[in-house]
């Protein structure tokens, strides 16, 4: 059984553990000191490299080859856009971190600011999240207090960072990263194509790096504690840790950090099991494809695992459901989420969530048509891979994989026009229209 190793959670439970005080305790900014004061940035970019470190905000992109992507000669200012947005149902790892161990991600920043070049850092955090607001604004200014922001940081000439909270007004899409530029800028958050990518124009039209909160969190102790250390955990192509959003049909709903590598089934046991019979899960946040139980008991989570198994590790939000959910009605709990939040400038995706909304209410409600299944698939069909961004997947994955896996629920609500799974109370039901 793979234990939990705790790096950003060993603190967390502590009163007071968002304090400059607590983590200095805990041998807080010596890592980014060091690094600053002894290595180049180029070396520092390398580092990053060599521990493999990958983002953890759902792509999975290497962390120090996007760094080295933002052009060195020149005199543009660059920016840190840090990702706190965190809107994906089933993930709530990052909260924990900004709410309860806020000066780690400062202490990466300093390094990721050292290596690139920057004086500006942004962190996007979600408008739902008060208290984090708080406590990122209260250690901010800590560190500009003790003087790891501000002016000739470590005591290097013309070392400078500014930091600064921004918070969004509750928006998903302002996760996806250029959507959340926007929204920094003071626009709509609308995402943009790609190229360009952030790295050569971002916010303000500058070149820019983006990361997610907790990728950024962990670089102190890669830093700290060595990249033999780092790459003792998880795989050759997925190394080091994760936090795991682990809720729904477990006994102990929760974030658990431990190597990437886990499978599905110790993350099962690790939240305590439940009492009924286990039916699907979904290994990657509500955008990653829903596998079948018992046969995904045995994924490994790391960025290859599930998508071998047809989905994706996503941001580690790991949702179980035993024997009892309605696939029918698990579908039309999601597909409202995203019919929500589309940002609506991609017809696709604009339109097919609303209609993908309205044909699922309708078979849940034992009114499906027939042809209704293939004219769902049709609309994810026509949204993935066409839009500017990929929220599109987001909505055409879970679309295409409840209807292939569970294929057999959705035929009986039409066939029979009425609820049927397992005894399940359909919440579609009580939505009129
Ligand atoms: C619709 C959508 C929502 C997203 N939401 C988030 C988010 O809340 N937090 C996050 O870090 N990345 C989110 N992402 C991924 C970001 O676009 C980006 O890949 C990430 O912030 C990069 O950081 P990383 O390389 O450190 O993971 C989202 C992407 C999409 C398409």
Redesign the pocket.
């Known amino acids: 059984m793979t234990e939990p190793v705790k790096v950003l959670t060993e603190f967390v439970h502590e009163d007071e553990s968002w304090t400059i005080d607590r983590y200095l305790r805990a041998g807080g900014y010596e890592a980014a000191r060091k690094a600053c004061t002894e290595m180049q940035p180029e070396e520092i970019i390398d580092f990053v490299k060599r521990s493999g470190l990958r ?5 999975g ?1 290497p ?1 120090g080859l ?1 760094w080295s992507f933002v052009p060195k000669d020149t005199d543009r200012p660059k920016f840190l856009a840090l ?1 706190g ?4 149902p089933g993930t709530f790892k ?1 909260r924990l971190v900004m709410e309860r161990w806020p000066h780690s991600i400062i202490e990466g920043a300093l390094i990721a600011c050292r290596a690139v070049g920057i004086s500006t850092v942004y962190l996007y955090i979600r408008g739902e999240m008060p208290l984090g607001y708080r406590r990122l604004v209260g250690a901010v200014k800590e560190a500009y207090d003790r003087g790891f922001l501000g002016k000739n940081i470590f005591g290097i000439d013309g070392f400078d960072v500014d930091m600064t909270i921004h918070r969004g007004a509750g928006a ?2 302002c ?3 250029t959507g959340m530029l926007s929204s920094i800028e003071g626009g709509r958050g609308y995402p943009k194509l790609k190229p360009p990518f952030p790295a050569v124009s971002g916010l303000f039209g500058m070149p820019t790096v ?3 909160v907790v ?1 950024i969190a962990y670089l102190p102790y890669i830093f700290g504690r060595g990249i033999e250390w780092w790459r003792s955990f998880g795989t050759e192509k997925s190394p080091g840790l994760m936090p795991y959003s682990v809720s729904g049909h477990v006994e102990r709903r929760g974030v658990y950090e431990l190597p990437l590598g886990v499978t599905l089934r110790e993350l099962f046991e690790l939240a305590g099991g439940w009492s009924r019979p286990m039916k699907a899960v979904i290994p990657g946040g509500s955008s990653s494809k829903v596998l079948r139980l018992p046969d995904a008991w045995d994924v490994p989570m790391t960025f290859e695992g599930p998508m071998e198994a047809g989905s994706m590790l996503g941001s580690a939000a790991v949702v179980f459901m035993d024997e009892t959910v309605c696939m029918v009605d698990a579908l039309y709990n999601l597909l409202r989420f995203y019919e929500h939040e589309s940002c609506g400038q991609c017809t696709p995706c604009r339109e097919g969530t609303g209609w993908s909304v309205k044909i699922v209410r309708r078979i849940a409600q034992g009114k499906g048509r027939p042809g209704d299944i293939e004219t769902l698939l049709g609309i994810a069909d026509q949204a993935i891979g066409k839009t500017i ?3 599109a997947e ?1 909505f055409g994955w879970p679309i295409q994989s409840y209807v292939a896996l569970f294929r057999d629920e959705f035929e009986a609500y039409i066939r029979k026009g009425a609820h049927v799974a397992h005894g399940a109370q359909p919440q579609a039901a009580a939505h009129a229209g």
């Open positions: 983002g953890r905000g759902g792509a992109f962390t996007k990702n947005d965190e809107s994906e990052d998903y899409i996760g996806e990263e983006v990361n997610n990728t961004c990929v929220f987001a």
